[in-house]
């Protein structure tokens, strides 16, 4: 239900920006997040924005990338500037609408894209 684009080969300083696609249902109340993998690491989260708009990031990516959505178009965005070459990751887009319990969780994966920052 999610499927991200976007990514590629971009150089260091350089810029990208991702898309995520998703349901009417999902950007309707859905907390939406951008998560990525480096290699040999462990998923980790870049930036999330709540279906009102709110937006947080991980201290590695504050005042370089932008995390926005447009739940009319169904899209969710993380624009990449100045990117260096430890932001080579595997990037995935989530969403997630919590309950009131723990357990009350209603969460969706894309399969991810690929960005490479080399020279």
């Known amino acids: 239900q999610l499927v991200e684009s976007g990514g590629g080969l971009v150089q260091p300083g350089g810029s990208l920006r991702l898309s995520c696609a998703g349901s009417?249902?999902?950007?309707?109340?859905?907390?939406m997040h951008w998560y990525r993998q480096r290699p040999g690491k462990q998923r980790e989260l870049v930036a999330g924005i709540t279906s009102g708009g709110t937006t947080n990031y991980a201290e590695a990516v504050k005042g370089r990338f932008t995390i926005s959505r447009d739940n009319y178009k169904r899209m969710m965005y993380l624009q990449m500037e100045s990117l260096k070459t430890g932001a080579t990751a595997v990037y995935y887009c989530?969403?997630?609408?919590?309950?009131?319990?723990?357990?009350?969780?209603?969460?969706?994966w894309g399969k991810g894209t690929k960005v490479t920052v080399s020279s």
């Open positions: 989530h969403a997630e609408l919590r309950g009131p319990v723990p357990a009350d969780i209603d969460e969706y």
């Open positions: 009417s249902y999902i950007f309707g109340r859905h907390t």
